[in-house]
């Protein structure tokens, strides 16, 4: 702190420059601008203070004097205070920043200098204080010296605070602390958790991450706090490791809010979103009228050449199921699919085709229903499509295939029955599937599916549960 040295000394009298084997009667500490008093080497007992520094703290002279070091430190500054000033070397030294506590319980923060004197014939320490707190004034204000240590912090619309490493004491915090976290520089001088208890729980494990990061060296982090009026606000912190002159590891750093930042880039990726669903929408509703289009042409086919309507009504019911799809897409607002209005659709599409009777049973609590994750909905509705079309070629005539769902939305999982009357062909295996399903064991997501067979009672079931990421609650 060479510049910092330079620019005290240049503060102080001459004979204080020289002070160092000097006896008191040549200490003229009056003439100093900057507060300072002198204390006893050894006992650590005040022997003499200047009027700045009894205007600091508070004090008339003959009480100043009746105080040890120890009177002018809040409690949990003692140990530290009492460590610093065991030894003294000699010279000017920088012993860094402290918090003080004036006599009407003020606490403040300083950065003091020390230097070793002999005062009536006994070690002393004559220290130089700089309240950081007070470094600078509005243009009307009285006019006063001001410190080249810490000359922005005051005015900053950031939080700038020091803390202590070992025990994240906090040392300083500027005024912008009421502001942005809504405490007391008082409040969270007592506590030093006082932010902590202001973090959400939804935040709270960033948080601690963070405050274990910056005991290491440089960290970051963005945080939500619930401010005692009530207000949430989000936090970017900032922090840096320093030593002080006593060897004391300090985590310097800054606290901004935010809030208007995020709101601000809530509203662009709400708008980009809102961009997407009208684009996913349009196309959507495009696609689905193809598709349609291309069913119609497959049905007339289909009707000039019977040979062939089996497999083109196959074909168009694919095609139909597909339509389903992009048809519910481009209805929603969001572009997303439940998984009930799916299957619905689905149903319909089929009973169009007049091959049979679909009936789809979904409990009343399934409704709303879960929503398909966007990527799978197309895989996921082909499948459904070619079970449900390989039950109605089973339904006897006057008969009718059934769909049924039972859904967990708590769970975010699903299972849908599709039952019709009949047997298993002897080469199908239940596990399976066979041959004649492998289809809709490759349009199932790998992922969130699972397909069985089985046969009870006169009757084919097919079973397909779905779980996330296929589907998840609508909420």
Known sequence: MPEIQRLLQEALPDNLRQAEDEADETLHIERALVPIYIFDAETHAML????AALRLYGYGEAEFLRLSLYDIRPAEEVERTHRCARTW????????????LARDGRVFTVSVMGLAIRFKSRPAILAIVSDLTQTLRLPDAPTASASPVFPFAEVMDEVCWIRVVEDDRLIYANPALERVFGLTREAIYANPAAVQDLVLAEDLGVF????????????????????????LRWIAARSYLFEDAAGERMAAGFSEDITERKEAE???????????D??????????KNSLQGATGLLRRAATAQPQLAPALAEVAAQLQGLATVHGLMARTASGRIELCALLRGIAAAAESLGLARIEVVIPPHCDPCLVVAEKDAVPLALAVNELVMNAVK?????????IAVEADLAAGAAEIRIVNAGRLPPDIRAAS???????????????????????????????????????????
């Open 48 to 51: 003499a203070a200047n009027a």
């Open 89 to 100: 070397p000699p010279g000017l030294r920088y012993s860094g920043l402290w918090k003080h």
């Open 208 to 231: 601690l991450d963070y405050k274990a990061d910056r005991r290491r060296g440089p960290a970051r982090v963005e945080y939500r706090i619930r401010r005692p009026d009530g207000e």
């Open 266 to 276: 809530q509203r662009r990726l709400e708008s980009l979103e809102g961009q997407r």
């Open 278 to 287: 009208a684009l996913v929408r349009e196309v959507s509703h495009r696609i």
């Open 394 to 402: 089973h339904v006897k005539p006057g008969g009718k295939a059934r």
């Open 433 to 475: 599937g066979g041959s004649g399903l492998e289809l809709v064991r490759m349009l199932l997501p790998p992922k969130g599916a699972r397909f069985e067979l089985a046969e009870a009672a006169g009757k084919v079931t097919a079973t397909l549960r779905l779980k996330a990421p296929v589907v998840q609650p609508g909420g």
